[in-house]
């Protein structure tokens, strides 16, 4: 792993390296890019060779919510400020403008990052106008760096999920973007798929601190990069902007160079930063999104084939798609969609695409004219003009447009036309094109844990603590000595997961968050094999990161093919029962499901409006549950409000609204890092399970609902069923409660965490003896008395002669042994053994029996090193450290796996 992390920070240190001239190199994975074409001979003469020559580029139009290009500052100069001429022609919206001129002074080999998604036939955008704008980005002095999205590919289910399909429209691309005239020289691909596999730990556990400091519903304001409505939403999908915001670090961007639709992942690059106090953020410079031919197309599309052109269209192609076009003269002929985000930021009555294509492709390259109705023009606000105003018809327009776009593609077509493997991979492509969208066999790609004898029974281990308790550890015992005759007891410890849940955070890095996490679970094995050596011995103990690390590209492809198979609604309905909230939490989901039909057969907005003062009514009356929390009413509280300020009078906005309302309602508490956890549970048990015989998970009914979601998915997966695989068997056992304290009428005590009220493994002999004195133990009460649990739990299986020993006075019955629980819970109820004599003689035997924990750490310098690290921990969290999210975190991850009434830290 170490090699492999310092093969990508060679890489980067090489492409950033101001002394290195990088030369024409072949992309990964693909066959020899062709030379370059007289398209790229062109094209590199249209942008001056050296910075210091003039460079004439017409001025973008102000950008909304950004500074348009600046004049020049005389702070810079000449040469670093035709730079940043250079690179802000590129953006219809730059984030900010003195970041990337701080940039462009300090780091002239600045990197850039696109990432493309391989999912068939090249546009005209994609191609020609990304070639036009990489030149001027690299002839700036930026190496630009194209992150071939082969996985999010996947993710979409493009190319019908086929990740060899993928890998091959991809080639396709890079044949493209040479034969259109890109200029390589500073210019490299990198392939997701691979460099995500062969840095797997760097990168995933940047994808999961990533995960863990947002919430679902900040998340899916950037699933619109997908063309996705918020509640049409697969898992997946939540996966998809976080792998996105991960690769910018990953890659070490410094701009990200994408289209208008993909800046609201790019912000949360920016929210990121400021969550995580990393100083430098990732400067947005985000370019033009081409309008689609056809009227009312905000970008277009590949499943329209006549609303856009593409790279190797024939003269035929372009002739028709262009005569066809939509090219109005009148604004306000295109309607706007309440329901859809405009990716455009500045304001566009007309929405012309044909005036698009002027402006966008034809006058990119610097110096060009466009010739139509017999006039030639060297800017496109005259020929906007001319066409508005009539003097340039639309014929004469789109014959323009017709010969300058052949002109620009051309070489293109001459290069598919005479290389033979470029001509094979665009039949290919185009085939697959043609096929009709049937859901297609997905194989089935999963982590396997070698090596396991037979049938296994798993025990999942609770998320790890800094002060790891008594009660977890007698728990897994008792769990683990539950595997059926003849199965090999497993124990599985899920630390990337606990990572990703916030568990024992507040490290200056994410390293020490993991470190401190796999110190929790050293301790707690070591204790454990103290408490009970000779079961211990039989158990396998397998980390989660082993196992993803082993096979990390078929790990996260699994993680992916899970959440394509579920609705984001359900992991949600899963994290509710997980979160312990009670079940008719789930009332809430069923009243705004019923009360958003209402609003939609509503005669007006006022109906909408009294439809959600009802729905607000139940909740404050405790019609739709006590699952309702006030977290929930003042969210529907805050929509009554927007609707009544913004759109009282306007029935689609309020729906629109009211919709998002009740999302945004469901949504509380529920954040990316639960997604990933649940994805990665169902990853993990598949990684488990055998193709011969069944799996048994032994589990507490707090973990029933997390292990739920794993069968059912394997129960519902064709590639499953096709592999043979046998969904696991779920077995309860009784959850082991050790509490010490009662609270006033004798329930549980339950909110603030009392340090006395739970025995730790590495308590000291003072702290069993404070604890066990201050101890709930009430004459006669066998309901609830924690000595006499601890006696049963604890000390008959634990202590060395397997028997509680009561010393006492002659007068008070003498000395007593204890070897059968049910005969110590009877002399306690009729009174023949007393509080007083229970507490002593529990205390010493506990003590006992804690006493071969702390030798066993105080044998071990591993151990011994844990112990310190989990005390660090400690320390921090006293002080107020956790990071962002921890509380709420922890306490639901707490909770789901381990049963415990509050966290321990």
Not at 488 to 504: K, N, R, T
Request: charged residues 25%.
């Amino acid at each position: 792993m170490a090699e492999t992390l310092a093969a990508l920070d060679v890489l980067i240190s090489d492409v950033t390296s101001p002394q290195h001239i990088h030369s024409s190199e072949q992309p990964c994975s693909a066959n020899d890019p062709p030379s370059k074409s007289l398209a790229a001979a062109q094209l590199a003469k249209s942008v001056p060779a050296s910075p210091s020559a003039p460079v004439q580029v017409p001025a973008p139009t102000p950008a909304r919510k950004a500074t348009s290009p600046s004049a020049p500052s005389s702070d810079l100069s000449p040469e670093l400020d035709q730079k940043l001429s250079m690179l802000r022609s590129v953006g219809e919206e730059c984030v900010s403008e003195a970041e990337l001129r701080n940039l462009v002074q300090k780091k002239p080999n600045f990197i850039l990052y696109d990432g493309f998604e391989p999912s068939g036939r090249m546009h005209i955008a994609q191609g020609m106008f990304k070639a036009m704008n990489v030149n001027k980005c690299t002839r700036a002095g930026g190496t630009f760096i194209f992150w071939v999205a082969d996985w999010f590919a996947l993710m979409n289910d493009k190319m019908g999920g086929d990740l060899e399909r993928i890998k091959t429209v991809g080639q396709y691309l890079i044949q493209v973007w040479t034969a259109a005239g890109m200029d390589m020289e500073r210019v490299k691909f990198l392939w997701s798929s691979e460099e995500i596999s062969n840095h797997a730990q760097r990168y995933w556990t940047q994808a999961l601190d990533i995960a863990r400091r947002f919430t679902v519903t900040r998340i899916k304001k950037c699933c619109q990069i997908m063309g996705r409505l918020e509640d049409t939403l697969t898992a997946a999908q939540i996966l998809y902007p976080i792998m996105q915001c991960t690769d910018i670090f990953f890659l070490r961007a410094d701009i990200c160079q994408l289209g208008v639709d993909q800046r609201k992942v790019n912000m949360l690059a920016r929210e990121y930063c400021d969550a995580a106090g990393i100083k430098l953020k990732p400067v947005i410079l985000s370019h033009h999104m081409l309008y689609g031919l056809a009227k009312g197309q905000q970008k277009m599309s590949k499943s329209n084939l006549d609303s856009a052109i593409f790279m190797e269209d024939s003269a035929a192609d372009v002739e028709r798609k262009i005569r066809k076009a939509y090219c109005p003269r009148a604004e306000g002929e295109v309607e706007e969609k309440p329901e859809e985000e405009s990716m455009h930021l500045t304001e566009d009555k007309l929405k012309n695409p044909c005036l698009d294509y002027v402006e966008h492709i034809i006058f990119c390259v610097p110096g060009a004219t466009f010739t139509a109705g017999g006039t030639t023009y060297d800017s496109f606000v005259p020929v906007r003009e001319a066409f508005l105003g009539g003097t340039l018809n639309e014929d004469d327009l789109k014959s323009g447009i017709i010969s300058a776009v052949n002109m620009l593609l051309e070489p293109v077509r001459i290069h598919f036309e005479r290389d033979a493997e470029a001509r094979r991979i665009l039949d290919l492509i185009s085939g697959w094109m043609k096929e009709p969208k049937t859901q297609r066999a997905t194989p089935l790609r999963r982590g396997i844990v070698t090596d396991l004898r037979g049938c296994s029974c798993v025990v999942f281990a609770p998320l790890p603590s800094a002060q790891p308790q008594l009660a977890v550890a007698v728990e897994l015992l008792e769990s683990l000595a539950a595997t059926p005759t003849g199965s090999q007891p497993v124990l599985w410890l899920a630390d990337w997961s606990a990572f990703c849940l916030g568990c024992l955070t507040g490290g200056k890095a994410a390293a020490d968050d993991l470190k401190a996490i796999n110190a929790a679970y050293s301790v707690l094995l070591g204790a454990m094999r103290a408490l009970s050596p000779d079961l211990m011995g039989n158990v396998r103990v397998i980390k989660q990161s082993e196992v993803v690390l082993d096979n990390p590209s078929d790990y996260w492809i699994s993680v992916i093919n899970v959440g394509r198979a579920f609705p984001l609604s359900a992991l949600r309905s899963a994290h509710r029962r997980l979160d312990r909230l009670p079940h008719d939490k789930d009332a809430l989901d069923e009243l705004l499901k019923a009360a958003m039909l209402r609003c939609e057969a509503a005669a007006d907005a006022g109906e909408c409006l009294a439809v959600l003062r009802d729905v607000i009514a139940c909740c404050i009356d405790g019609e739709a549950g006590s699952g309702v929390r006030p977290a929930d009413v003042e969210k529907l509280d805050a929509t009554l409000s927007e609707c009544t300020d913004k759109c009282a009078n306007d029935k689609g906005k309020c729906l629109s609204v009211i919709r998002r309302g009740f999302e945004h309602t469901l949504d509380l508490g529920f954040n990316g890092s639960h997604v990933f956890m649940m994805l990665m549970h169902c990853a993990d048990v598949l990684a488990l399970a055998g193709a011969s015989v069944r799996t048994v998970i032994c589990c507490t009914p707090a973990q029933m609902a997390l292990h739920e979601v794993a069968v059912n998915y394997m129960n519902s997966a064709q590639a499953v069923a096709a592999a043979g695989l046998c969904p696991p068997e779920l077995r309860q056992v009784p959850p082991v409660s050790l509490r010490l304290k009662a609270a006033a009428g004798g329930e549980l005590a339950g909110g603030e965490w009392d340090a006395d009220a739970e025995l730790l493994l590495l308590d000291g002999p003072s702290d069993v003896q404070r604890k066990l004195k201050r101890a709930f133990c009430e004459p006669g009460n066998v309901a609830f008395c924690p000595p006499l649990t601890l006696a049963r739990r604890v000390v008959l299986p634990l202590a060395a002669d397997r028997q509680l020993h009561v010393n006492r006075k002659s007068e008070d019955g003498g000395n007593a042994v204890f070897i059968d629980a049910d005969e110590m819970d009877k002399a306690f109820k009729e009174g023949a053994l007393h509080p007083g004599d229970l507490k002593p003689a529990v205390r010493d035997a506990i003590d006992a029996i804690l006493q071969g924990v702390r030798q066993a750490v105080q044998k071990d310098s591993a151990l011994g090193q844990a112990q310190k690290d989990l005390e660090k921990v400690i320390k921090r969290s006293a002080k107020g450290g956790g990071g962002k999210g921890k509380k709420e975190c922890l306490g639901m991850a707490w909770c789901c796996l381990n049963g415990a009434a509050a966290p321990p830290d």
